[in-house]
C-alpha cells in the first residue's frame, strides 16, 4: 500500500496541469448543463451542452487516463520499476486510484450537482449516481487496456482517434437526435459489456504477466467480436434478448383491422408504392408506447418468399425490394403497418393475387402512474411562452426534466385533455438519452387546445408479438403516389 500511495504521488505531482484542466472542463459543462435555460426556439435542440459534454469530456477523460498510465509504461523493459521489489499490484492499485480519484469521484460530485441544480435531490437517487458510474467503467476500462498496450502517449492518441472515427462511423445513429432508434436495439449495450469484459481482460493480463504481444491480440480479437456482435446480430435476436430481461407478459394479439389503407398517404407516399394496412392489438391492458417491425415475410400464392427489410431512414427501402415500417395511429392500440415496394416489377408480380404475411413485431408496454403532481422530483415541466415566429404553427410547448423517465416517455406523458389531442411536435435534447449528463429531457409542442395534462408513464416491458394474416389481398390497401 506504501508503494502505491508513493507512485499515485508521482503521478499527481507529474501530471497536475492535465488534472487540473481535466477537472475545469468537467466543472464548466456541468455548470452548463445545470444551468441549461428554458427556451423556446426548436432549433436550440440541435446541438446544446449535452452534445458537447458527451464528446470533450471522454476525449479528456481517456487522455490523462493515457498518460498517467504510461507514467510507469507496461510496454518495454526498460522502466525503473520493473527492477525494484515493486511488483504488479502496487502499480496496478496505484492507477486504479489515479482513475478513481480523478474521473470517477469528480463525475460522481458533477452529477450530484446537476442534479441539486435542476431540482432533484441526490439522495434520492443515489442509485441512479452509482449506475452511472457503472456505465462510466465502459469508457474508463477500455482507455486503460489501450493504455497499457502502447509504448507511448501519442500512439494511445492515434489509436483512441481511429476508434472513435470507426464507432461514428459505423454507428450511423450516434444517439443524435431525429434519427429513428428504439429502446429495443440493444446491440450497442452488448457491444459494450463484451468491449469493457475484454478491456479487463487485457489489463490485468498486462499488468501481471507484462506480455504486451498477448495482450495486443486479446484487444484485437475483442474489438473484433464487439463490431461484430453490433454488426451481425439479428433484429429477432435482439428482441428477443430484450423481452426477455424486461418481459411484459400482456399476451397480445396481431389482426387485421380494416378493408381499407390506414392512412390517405405515408411519410414515403410520394416516393415509393405503399401499401398502408390497419391493424390491432387485442388483449393490451396497458398503453403501448413503442411499436417496431421485427421482421416480415410475403408469401405468394405461387409460393415465392420475400423477406421484408424493416425501414430506418427518411429512404427506407433504397437498397432492399420491400421495407417496412409500424406506425400508432390511435390510442387502442390501432396499428399501421406500412410496407414500401422499391421495386414496380416485384409490385406487379405481388398484386396479381392472395398473399400470406407472417411477421413480427415488438412493442414496449408502459402503466400509467399517478399526475406529475403527485411525484414530487420524479419529473420536472415547464410550459414557455412561444415566440412569435412559433405562434403562428404551435399553441403551446413543455419543457420537461427527469431522471428516472425518459426522454421518449417524458414526450409520451404530455396529453391534451381534448379528446385525441397528442403533441404536433417532440423533441428530446441533443442527445436523445444522455449518458453523461444524469437528467433526461424532452419538449413537446402542441398545435391546438388550452388545457393539457402531464401523467408519467413507467415502462413495464416489452413483448413480442408473431401473427398471421393469411389469404390477403393487398390492392384494397395501396396508398396511391401523388
Known amino acids: 500500500m506504501r508503494l502505491a500511495l508513493q507512485i499515485f504521488r508521482k503521478d499527481v505531482e507529474r501530471l497536475r496541469w492535465p488534472i487540473a484542466l481535466t477537472l475545469a472542463l468537467l466543472a464548466y459543462w456541468a455548470f452548463r448543463d445545470a444551468t441549461l435555460p428554458w427556451g423556446t426556439d426548436p432549433t436550440m435542440y440541435s446541438s446544446g451542452s449535452d452534445n458537447w459534454m458527451n464528446l470533450a469530456m471522454p476525449f479528456a477523460w481517456v487522455l490523462l487516463i493515457a498518460l498517467a498510465v504510461q507514467e510507469d509504461s507496461l510496454v518495454g523493459d526498460r522502466q525503473f520499476w520493473a527492477a525494484l521489489p515493486c511488483g504488479w499490484k502496487p502499480l496496478m492499485m ?3 486510484m489515479f482513475v478513481a480519484a480523478f474521473v470517477h469521484a469528480p463525475y460522481f460530485v458533477a452529477t450530484a450537482i446537476i442534479l441539486a441544480a435542476r431540482g432533484f435531490n441526490p439522495a434520492a437517487h443515489l442509485p441512479h449516481l452509482f449506475w452511472k458510474q457503472v456505465v462510466l467503467l465502459a469508457l474508463t476500462i477500455p482507455a486503460v487496456a489501450a493504455a497499457v498496450v502502447v509504448r507511448k502517449a501519442s500512439h494511445f492518441l492515434l489509436l483512441a482517434i481511429a476508434v472513435a472515427s470507426a464507432v461514428v462511423l459505423r454507428v450511423r445513429d450516434f444517439n443524435v437526435i431525429y434519427s429513428q432508434t428504439w429502446v429495443w436495439d440493444i446491440r450497442w449495450e452488448l457491444a459494450l459489456i463484451v468491449a469493457a469484459m475484454g478491456a ?10 507484462r506480455s504486451t504481444r498477448s495482450s495486443r491480440i486479446a484487444g484485437v480479437l475483442t474489438a473484433i467480436a464487439a463490431a461484430c456482435l453490433y454488426s451481425w446480430v439479428s433484429r429477432d435476436a435482439t428482441a428477443a ?7 411484459a407478459k400482456d399476451h397480445v394479439t396481431v389482426r387485421l383491422a380494416g378493408e381499407g389503407p390506414a392512412r390517405p398517404d405515408s411519410p414515403w407516399g410520394r416516393q ?6 390497419p391493424l390491432a392489438l387485442d388483449g393490451a391492458t396497458g398503453r403501448e408506447s413503442e411499436t417496431d417491425a421485427v421482421s416480415l415475410e410475403v408469401v405468394t400464392a405461387e409460393g415465392a418468399r ?6 430506418k431512414s427518411l429512404n427506407p427501402a433504397a437498397k432492399d425490394p420491400i421495407g417496412v415500417s409500424i406506425f400508432a395511429t390511435g390510442p387502442r392500440g390501432e396499428l399501421s403497418e406500412d410496407i414500401y415496394f422499391t421495386s414496380p416489377q416485384l409490385w406487379e408480380r405481388v398484386r396479381r393475387g392472395r398473399v400470406t404475411l407472417r411477421g413480427r413485431m415488438i412493442v414496449e408496454f408502459e402503466d400509467a402512474m399517478q399526475d406529475a403532481a403527485d411525484r414530487a422530483g420524479e419529473i420536472h415541466c415547464q410550459r414557455n411562452v412561444l415566440s412569435r415566429s412559433t405562434q403562428q404553427i404551435f399553441r403551446a410547448v413543455f419543457e420537461c426534466d427527469s431522471v428516472e423517465i425518459g426522454g421518449r416517455s417524458i414526450r409520451n406523458s404530455i396529453r391534451g385533455r381534448e379528446p385525441m389531442q397528442e403533441p404536433r411536435y417532440s423533441l428530446s435534447h441533443f442527445p436523445a438519452d444522455t449518458w453523461l449528463s444524469p437528467v ?11 388545457v393539457f395534462d402531464l401523467r408519467p408513464y413507467a415502462p413495464r416491458g416489452f ?3 408473431d401473427y398471421t394474416i393469411p389469404n390477403i389481398d393487398l390492392n384494397p390497401f395501396l396508398v396511391r403516389a401523388r
Do not use: C, M, N, W
Request: overall charge positive.
Open 306 to 311: 420475400y423477406d421484408v427489410k424493416p425501414a
Open 94 to 96: 496505484a492507477k486504479t
Open 272 to 277: 415509393l408504392t405503399t401499401v398502408s394496412l
Open 200 to 209: 479487463l481482460v487485457v489489463t490485468i493480463l498486462q499488468f501481471i504477466r
Open 440 to 450: 433526461h429531457r424532452s419538449r413537446a409542442f402542441f398545435a391546438g387546445g388550452d
Open 241 to 247: 434478448i430484450s423481452a426477455a430481461f424486461s418481459p
Open 463 to 465: 413483448e413480442i408479438i
